[in-house]
């Protein structure tokens, strides 16, 4: 019995271990299944990684957070740093970036980037309401950002209320499938039945991963159950 419970938890390790729920949805270094997908527990935890890889490597996290790679973007969330000169360090759009954004404000007269730079506190997330154009677009629209002190940098992750409205589509699972239906309409038909394939294969190969977790899950509890039952045995014959 004890090789066959040290056998399941290896496999334990092994595979319950990257699905274990724990912080709210994010790239490969968070789990697939989050039990907070909100875009709130989202910008949260991203503000988390931000100062984490400011400190590692400054200069390739400002890359990072401007390119969006090393899961630092996703569809309209990304994350913007200001230095204490109020230069825009990171941002996604280049126009923005390299650039005293003190005055920056919105139309309705809210300069909120000033009212980041004085508020920011380490180790500690605040609030701001303004109205900012998602990325690619002109137009103004109601926004929440999220913003800390992150060694020298304020850093923020915005959420805009329309993204809100649309829980669905901020957890990973709704972005693949937003991808996934417009990649649909742009796969040309030289290609369409590969992607067909593909799209089949990537399904049929989560149905196994889940199947693989359900049994291993069940292998444990039965486990548990005999450790539990040999150990009040133990107890009873002393």
Same mark, same amino acid.
């Given at each position: 019995?004890?090789?066959?419970?040290?056998?399941?938890?290896?496999?334990?390790?092994? *595979?319950?271990?990257?699905?274990?729920?724990?912080?709210?949805?994010?790239?490969?270094?968070?789990?697939?299944?989050?039990?907070?997908?909100?875009?709130?527990?989202?910008?949260?935890?991203?503000?988390?990684?931000?100062?984490?890889?400011?400190?590692?490597?400054?200069?390739?996290?400002?890359?990072?957070?401007?390119?969006?790679?090393?899961?630092?973007?996703?569809?309209?969330?990304?994350?913007?740093?200001?230095?204490?000169?109020? *230069?825009?360090?990171?941002?996604?759009?280049?126009?923005?970036?390299?650039?005293?954004?003190?005055?920056?404000?919105?139309?309705?007269?809210n300069h909120f980037?000033?009212?980041?730079?004085?508020?920011?506190?380490?180790?500690?997330?605040?609030?701001?309401?303004?109205?900012?154009?998602?990325?690619?677009?002109?137009?103004?629209?109601?926004?929440?950002?999220?913003?800390?002190?992150?060694?020298?940098?304020?850093?923020?992750?915005?959420?805009?209320?329309?993204?809100?409205?649309?829980?669905?589509?901020?957890?990973?699972?709704?972005? *693949?499938?937003?991808?996934?239906?417009?990649?649909?309409?742009?796969?040309?038909?030289?290609?369409?039945?590969?992607?067909?394939?593909?799209?089949?294969?990537?399904?049929?190969?989560?149905?196994?991963? *889940?199947?693989?977790i359900a049994e291993?899950?069940?292998?444990?509890?039965?486990?548990?159950?005999?450790?539990?039952?040999?150990?009040?045995?133990?107890?009873?014959?002393?």
């Amino acid at each position: 019995m004890a090789s066959k419970a040290s056998r399941l938890a290896i496999l334990a390790v092994l *595979v319950l271990g990257p699905v274990a729920p724990a912080w709210a949805c994010g790239d490969g270094e968070a789990p697939v299944s989050c039990d907070d997908p909100s875009p709130n527990g989202f910008a949260s935890w991203m503000l988390g990684r931000v100062d984490r890889a400011l400190k590692a490597d400054r200069a390739r996290a400002l890359r990072d957070f401007t390119d969006g790679t090393g899961g630092f973007r996703t569809a309209d969330t990304y994350v913007f740093c200001i230095g204490p000169d109020g *230069v825009m360090t990171a941002h996604p759009n280049p126009i923005l970036k390299g650039h005293d954004v003190r005055d920056l404000h919105d139309r309705t007269g809210n300069h909120f980037i000033r009212t980041m730079l004085d508020t920011a506190k380490p180790g500690e997330i605040s609030v701001i309401r303004y109205l900012f154009p998602k990325p690619g677009s002109t137009v103004e629209e109601p926004k929440t950002t999220y913003y800390t002190r992150a060694e020298d940098q304020t850093c923020a992750v915005g959420v805009y209320d329309s993204d809100a409205a649309a829980p669905a589509v901020a957890t990973p699972e709704g972005r *693949v499938a937003l991808l996934r239906q417009k990649l649909d309409g742009q796969i040309p038909a030289a290609a369409r039945a590969d992607w067909t394939a593909f799209l089949e294969a990537l399904t049929a190969q989560g149905d196994q991963r *889940v199947a693989a977790i359900a049994e291993a899950r069940r292998e444990l509890r039965a486990a548990a159950s005999a450790l539990d039952q040999a150990a009040l045995g133990a107890a009873r014959g002393k």
